[in-house]
């Protein structure tokens, strides 16, 4: 008897050292130090249960082994063999009935935090999210724009209806804890509200080709009246680009170009658009053209038909279907990129 009570008092002192040390490198209390959502809190409180069970079960496998090489190690000369043991019924049950109740509360406590970061608020605000490679854009249907951020007013819930346009994605801000996959052909919902203010970051935490570790966007939470402000300037600036110039900008947010092709002359996927326009430009086989309306017309109809110095080929662009006003319109927003 006495070496069960030793091993008891191991076994719980264990426990405690372990959960302290998973706590000293951020592991036992939250997943992030940063709470920044209402969702975020059933799931850290989760979390936090569950680490505590696995250092019981850690210690309730290490502390016995290593007691029992120590304690009951075969002593130098000995040579009669080890008591025979024919099992212990009341030892089979325990290790059964415990560890079932220990799963049913844990699904319990699994599906109370799951219903608490799907509650419903009617009152909720859609926000269109277009993720493709890559990139992630924008719509915001109640006032009829789009952005390469993505602004959310703080304490209210919002619902991301996402759509990719080409491969699997996954939405995840590690501040707010959820992570939903963004799948070709279905619309995935993910619902969000926002309890702190401040910037934060959106990745793709789906592979999804050669930049995926770049594919992220800003995440701004704002008090009512700074995303007030901000919703403000966007419908005027919305209104402000009925020029071809800013018919061209609208698009090439809207479909996601300035994901890959950058419009500062920074390095992307893509060749940049600043200075684009009346450049000479080198292409693969050594040869060089020029980049006026003819050639970037080529290359958003044919991405293969040209492949310019340095970029993979066959390129990883795909073909865009669009009209003649709207390659126009976005040659002439290229133009102005000096």
Not at 114 to 125: S, T, Y
Not at 222 to 234: C, I, L, N, R
Not at 242 to 248: A, H, K, N, R, V
Request: proline share 5%; charged share 20%.
């Amino acid at each position: 008897m006495g070496h069960f009570v030793i091993v008891g008092i191991l076994v719980i002192l264990m426990t405690v050292l372990t959960y302290i040390g998973l706590d000293a490198v951020g592991l036992a209390t939250k997943m992030h130090k940063v709470v920044a959502s209402a969702q975020a809190i059933p799931i850290d409180q989760l979390w936090h249960w569950e680490v505590i069970v696995i250092s019981f079960l850690f210690s309730l496998i290490v502390v016995p082994m290593a007691y029992s090489l120590v304690v009951f190690r075969q002593k130098k000369g000995e040579m009669l063999d080890g008591e025979h043991m024919e099992g212990n019924s009341n030892l089979e049950i325990a290790w059964t009935v415990l560890p079932l109740i220990t799963v049913v509360v844990f699904a319990y406590l699994g599906a109370y935090s799951l219903g608490e970061v799907r509650r419903i608020d009617p009152d909720a605000m859609v926000v269109n999210v277009k993720a493709q490679q890559f990139t992630w854009t924008f719509e915001y249907p109640e006032y009829g724009f789009f952005s390469t951020e993505l602004h959310l007013p703080v304490d209210r819930q919002v619902v991301l209806k996402m759509e990719s346009a080409d491969v699997i994605h996954s939405f995840w801000v590690p501040e707010f804890r959820l992570k939903q996959d963004v799948v070709p052909g279905r619309v995935t919902e993910y619902r969000v509200t926002p309890i702190l203010e401040g910037r934060y970051k959106v990745r793709c935490a789906e592979l999804c080709g050669t930049s995926h570790a770049y594919m992220e966007s800003a995440v701004i939470v704002d008090s009512p009246e700074a995303y007030t402000t901000w919703v403000t300037e966007q419908i005027k600036i919305a209104a402000e680009s009925q020029t071809p110039e800013g018919q061209g900008k609208l698009l090439a947010t809207k479909n996601g170009c300035v994901g890959c092709h950058s419009i500062d002359g920074s390095p992307l996927t893509g060749p940049t658009w600043f200075g684009l326009f009346g450049s000479t430009v080198t292409l693969a086989d050594g040869s060089t053209v020029t980049a006026d309306e003819a050639f970037i017309t080529e290359s958003i109809l044919d991405p293969n038909a040209t492949i310019v110095e340095g970029f993979p080929s066959p390129s990883v662009m795909p073909p865009y279907a669009l009209t003649d006003e709207e390659i126009a319109n976005l040659i002439a927003y290229i133009k102005t990129l000096k």
